[in-house]
């Protein structure tokens, strides 16, 4: 008589349901995360109709990230009481609703921003209900290469966004594109994996996480996401600046957001080799990113590609792997874990530009990326310091 299938003891996940969760992750990601990122893509189209500058824009995505900010802690909270499945359902109905209220309600910065902050509600229970789904799904040896595949969602939320220009807004109008979005969201909702019922009796309440730990790995997440949200938003406008056409700039943009895929799932890759070790990587991938940060005060146009290449491709490749190590070390609280850890990513992508971009203005841009270069090696350090933190708290060497 065969053995009983056993689930992995760290997280209750079964080989039977790791593509399923892994494919749930994916498009809950996306889906979540679309609504800023298709206001981004579609910023021209959007700006003329509504009548706000460029300022407008970045203020209404400080916006959305400082709100995901507040709520992911909150958000944590309810994916463990509710379940991973139940809260990401809710997330993409709530990120669809989010979406059409843009195309129907939106007719003012002020109603886009309202509009806004209802979406990034969505995209913190969504991406921690996703964390919490393939911590309970997905075997321990495969994780790293599931969450580096989940987190490689985000720059292909910015490719669909830039594809909807051509094809929806300048076809039918952008409101259409973001009614489609809408209809597209609610269409991946039974791709959400069914949540084990014992795996859900089973969590702790997370009182064993190490908080302080976190709030370090967080503190460093909110440096290094400042920095590397602030070359998506100003590299196009520097490089011209410095004399390079923004056609090239463009490119080299694109050319670092197929890195930051790449790099992303090659990196979960490796992280199912190296379990132990992903927060020195983090740190190591930083430390790079800095460098090619640095490089972007330089003027010209292979100083330019380089700088983005590793300052955005390799800078900005690590979110799933803070993800898996918070994950690994926290298998009964996944998502509470990495609320803590996500508040301090949002609170980059919210803080990030306002700020880089007023050193931009009173100093210029190669002092503005001296000074994020910074940002990032300072939150390398921090990355060693909470990995030793983390290392006292589960009594590893």
């Known amino acids: ?3 009983p299938r056993i689930p992995t003891a760290a997280t209750g996940a079964d080989d039977r349901r790791p593509w399923s969760a892994a494919t749930g992750a994916l498009t809950t990601t996306i889906a979540v995360s679309i609504p800023v990122f298709l206001v981004g893509g ?6 003329d109709e509504l009548g706000f500058s460029p300022a407008g824009l970045g203020l209404a995505v400080s916006a959305y990230f400082g709100a995901s900010a507040l709520a992911s802690v909150p958000a944590g909270a309810v994916v463990e009481r509710y379940g991973s499945t139940r809260v990401a359902r809710y997330a993409i109905g709530l ?3 989010s979406l059409f209220a843009v195309a129907v309600a939106a007719r003012s910065l002020w109603s886009l921003v309202a509009v806004l902050v209802l979406g990034a509600a969505a995209n913190a229970l969504g991406q921690l209900a996703s964390n919490s789904s393939l911590a309970q799904h997905v075997p321990v040896r495969r994780q790293g290469l599931s969450f580096g595949v989940k987190q490689a969602a985000i720059p292909v939320s910015t490719l669909l966004a830039g594809v909807a220009v051509p094809t929806v807004a300048l076809t039918v109008g952008w409101r259409w594109a973001f009614v489609l979005a809408g209809v597209l969201a609610l269409a991946v909702i039974p791709l959400t994996p069914k949540e084990n019922d014992g795996h859900r009796r089973s969590r702790g309440d997370g009182a064993d996480r190490a908080t302080m730990a976190l709030v370090v790995l967080g503190v460093a997440g909110m440096l290094a996401a400042g920095a ?4 998506g938003t100003f590299l196009v406008d520097s490089a011209v600046v410095r004399g ?3 056609g090239p700039a463009g490119l ?9 895929g790449l790099a992303r799932i090659i990196g979960g890759w490796q992280a199912d080799l190296r379990p132990g070790r992903q927060v020195g990587v983090i740190a190591g991938l930083l430390a790079v990113g800095a460098a090619g940060l640095a490089l972007l005060a330089v003027p010209g146009t292979p100083a330019l590609v380089a700088g983005v290449v590793l300052g955005f491709g390799l800078g900005w490749a690590w979110p799933g792997l803070m993800n898996f190590a918070v994950v690994r070390l926290h298998p009964q609280a996944p998502a509470a874990a990495t609320s803590i850890t996500q508040t301090g990513i949002y609170a980059g992508g919210c803080v ?3 700020g880089l971009g007023g050193i931009a203005a009173a100093a210029g841009y190669p002092v503005m990326w001296t000074v994020a270069a910074t940002a990032m090696v300072s939150a390398a350090a921090l990355m060693l310091l909470g990995s030793a933190m983390l290392r006292r708290h589960t ?3």
Do not use: H, K, R
């Open 1 to 3: 008589m065969a053995a």
């Open 42 to 47: 579609l910023a021209v189209q959007i700006g």
């Open 95 to 97: 990120a669809a609703a």
């Open 228 to 231: 590397a949200n602030a070359l």
């Open 244 to 246: 390079v056409a923004p």
């Open 252 to 260: 080299a943009l694109t050319l670092g957001g197929v890195v930051c």
């Open 352 to 354: 990030g530009p306002l």
């Open 395 to 397: 009594g590893n060497t």
